[in-house]
């Protein structure tokens, strides 16, 4: 039998863009480099997930949606109750030298958290946290991450997503065991993500990305009740308002998600991914169909012109 691998036995790491090696990281009030960026053992991210984040993608000289994502950074913030919080100008400035410091200019994603910062002793109560808020800007050179023309395979996860009477997911948290225990299932099972169904049975999201479906024409996807409020879900309501394309939010059984002409997935990371199989279920004829290849076009095109503009 194999043995347990040791300390010294571990295969080296293979990052899945080489680029990425010598960036520069945003942590606190400066810039550091790969290997010496880190939080202290008594930040609240440590210490119990005590975070908010956002993904922020850049096009073409320009931070997609920036403004967007950072009222809804603000909003968690304060629904957690946060103090010492950056402004959104020492945010953006913060973002703009990161992304000047790796030359990133386009084909990059940001993971922008901010955390309540650090304790002076380890526990659970705010009051421990004197220090103000610790803010980490972390670029990386990052295509989507999904096969946005072959389509990805979910599975349904027996993990539940959260409801607003445990912790409500229109606060964008780092405590996301919820979702990675969900992600663990979609990995043992050969897949590439995992649908969660809320309290009720209802579909809500995948572990990391909204979700659509298409029925005779129309786009449907599950109430704001148990998944994430994304940016990109709500970029493309507005599209589909624009262009009279009908799209309804209601509760989705997984059974109607089974029989769907068309489903796809929406996300800062992945963008518009199509989705080809559930649960052993061929969706559609098992490629990207119209409805989805048309949004993914319309999406695009909103990414080529508009965001906020690189001040470098």
Known sequence: MPSTPTDHEIPAAVLPDPRNHDIQTWVGDRLWPRDEARVSVFDSVVQGGDAVWEGLR????????????????????????????????TIKQA????????????????????????????GMSPTNNQYGCTLIVLAEWKLPVYDNEAGIRLITSVIRRNSPAFLDSKIHHNNLLNNILAKIQSNLAGCDDALMLDDNGFVAETNATNVFMVKGGTLITPTGDACLPGITRKLVIEICEAHDIPCIERNVSLVEFHTADECFTTGTM???????????????????????????????????????????
């Open 58 to 89: 850049i096009y073409n000289g320009r931070i997609f949606a920036l403004d967007h994502h950072l009222d809804r950074m603000m909003a968690s913030a304060k629904a957690l109750a946060f103090e010492n919080i950056p402004t959104r100008e």
């Open 95 to 122: 973002i703009f030298k990161t992304l000047e410091a790796n030359g990133m200019r386009d084909e990059s994603h940001i993971r922008l958290t901010l955390t309540r910062g650090k304790k002076v002793t380890s």
């Open 270 to 312: 992945g963008e518009l991914s199509p989705v080809t199989e559930i649960d052993g279920r061929t969706i559609g004829d098992g490629s990207v169909g119209p409805m989805t290849h048309r949004l993914q076009g319309l999406y695009h095109a909103k990414t080529a012109l508009e965001g906020e503009p690189l001040q470098f």
